[in-house]
């Protein structure tokens, strides 16, 4: 089962666990994900910056998460 991405999770934690996320990260406009001050901000806070709705954004993520392992076990 796919870890559940929250608001208050850390951004370098979902890139630590599931770094083929980043591209979602990319089209909210977050393109310094190496930075030091990306990596430590929330989700919520992420969008906060960028514009984006919190509760939209992490719908999309869950999900791309959930496809993404089911993919992987459907290949394994």
């Not at 869950?62 to 290949?75: G, P, R, S, T």
Request: net charge negative; glycine share 6%.
């Amino acid at each position: 089962m796919a870890v559940r991405i929250e608001k208050e999770t850390i951004i370098g934690e979902v890139l630590d666990i599931a770094p083929h996320a980043a591209p979602l990260f990319f089209a909210i406009g977050m393109h310094c994900l190496g930075c030091p001050h990306s990596r430590g901000e929330t989700v919520e806070e992420a969008c906060m910056v960028h514009g984006v709705d919190c509760d939209s954004f992490l719908t999309q993520l869950n999900y791309f998460l959930e496809a993404y392992e089911a993919n992987a076990e459907e290949n394994a």
